[in-house]
């Protein structure tokens, strides 16, 4: 995670500290870089805290950690995990101009429950963020994810998995939500693996490339096979 531990916006499903950000370290990307040479990594995933108090939300940053990591191990693939930035296309093509292996922005959950789970974001604004990403750069997998067990129903799963497929993105993560601290949004149900298998199925029938379903799924998970196709026949 870059940019900081400290996040502008204070969603109600996630841990992540709600606080004025410090400046951002002009050595981040190549420390990242070194860390990455030294662990060996084939592919890295990249995230941050949502940046509002920047101009470019961040995108600069992200740009100068891909580079990085390109020069410093060419056999590294990069997948970013982006924040919305605000809408601001000018930024998401500062991102795609790095040529990221993967490009990612989670959608979360439904858009009924934006409102309670993360009411500084839009639903649209998400969407319209993966659509200009397959629109400025198809050549760059865009991927996106989605934590279940909030209140959503099964209808309005499969209404945002269509919504996604008709923004062109590739991959698809799908686990369960659980509750970081009492403060946060509680958990409305434990999804079962059969229901969770069954959303990957209508995934891929839907035409997502890869989709990966179950309770301890998270972006990252599997995400160098995800690219590689490897786990199509698992859940």
Known sequence: MILGNHCTRDCRFCNVAHATPLDVD?????????????????????????????????????TAVTRAIHERCPECRVELLIPDLQGNEQALQT????????????????????????????????LDLLTAAHRIAPGIPTKSGLMLGMGETIEEILDVMQDLRRSGCAMLTLGQYLQPTRDHLPIDRYVEPAEFEQLRQSGLELGFEHVEAGPLVRSSYHAAEQFDGDHDDES
Do not use: C, M
């Open 26 to 62: 002009p050595q981040e990307a190549l420390k990242i870089a070194d860390a990455i040479a030294e662990l060996g990594l084939r592919h890295a995933v990249i995230t941050s805290v949502t940046r509002d108090d920047l101009d470019d939300g961040g995108a600069g940053h992200f």
């Open 95 to 126: 991102i795609l101009a790095a040529n990221p292996e993967v490009l990612g922005h989670n959608l979360e959950t439904v858009p009924r429950l934006y409102q309670i789970a993360r009411s500084e974001a839009g639903y649209q604004r998400s």
